[in-house]
Nanobody, 125 residues
Framework: QVQLVESGGDLVQPGGSLRLSCTIS????????VEWFRQAPGKEREGVTC????????NHADSVKGRFTISRDVDKGTVYLQMNALKPEDTAVYYC??????????????????WGQGTQVTVSS
């Protein structure tokens, strides 16, 4: 049984940074692409960025390009989301999801079978 656990969410001031972690168990990152999604209150779930099973392909939503970076440590089974220059509009519950070997078009929730429980990120002064 593949399970994902996110951590690292917090309250941060605008302009600040935060790093989220997503740890997989029951499988290895060598077999899964992992995408970060986020969902703000009253809004649909939005794809943020994705890293493929080979680690060589990432997709970023336009809203986070140049600010958010995805990376991974295969031995630790962990995917990271480094978020810099945070804005109030980045406030959301952040989820990681895993399933296919390659990254689908960003935000395609139907492509992902496994989901974490989410971690809250709040950007506010």
């Amino acid at each position: 049984q593949v399970q994902l656990v996110e951590s690292g969410g917090d309250l941060v001031q605008p302009g600040g940074s935060l790093r989220l972690s997503c740890t997989i168990s029951g499988s290895t990152l060598r077999y899964h692409a992992v995408e970060w999604f986020r969902q703000a209150p009253g809004k649909e779930r939005e794809g943020v960025t994705c890293i493929s099973s080979s680690g060589g392909i990432t997709n970023h939503a336009d809203s986070v390009k140049g600010r958010f970076t995805i990376s991974r440590d295969v031995d630790k089974g962990t995917v990271y989301l480094q978020m810099n220059a945070l804005k109030p509009e980045d406030t959301a519950v952040y989820y990681c999801a895993a399933e296919p070997l390659t990254c689908p078009p960003i935000g395609d929730v139907d492509e992902f079978r496994y989901w974490g429980q989410g971690t809250q990120v709040t950007v506010s002064s």
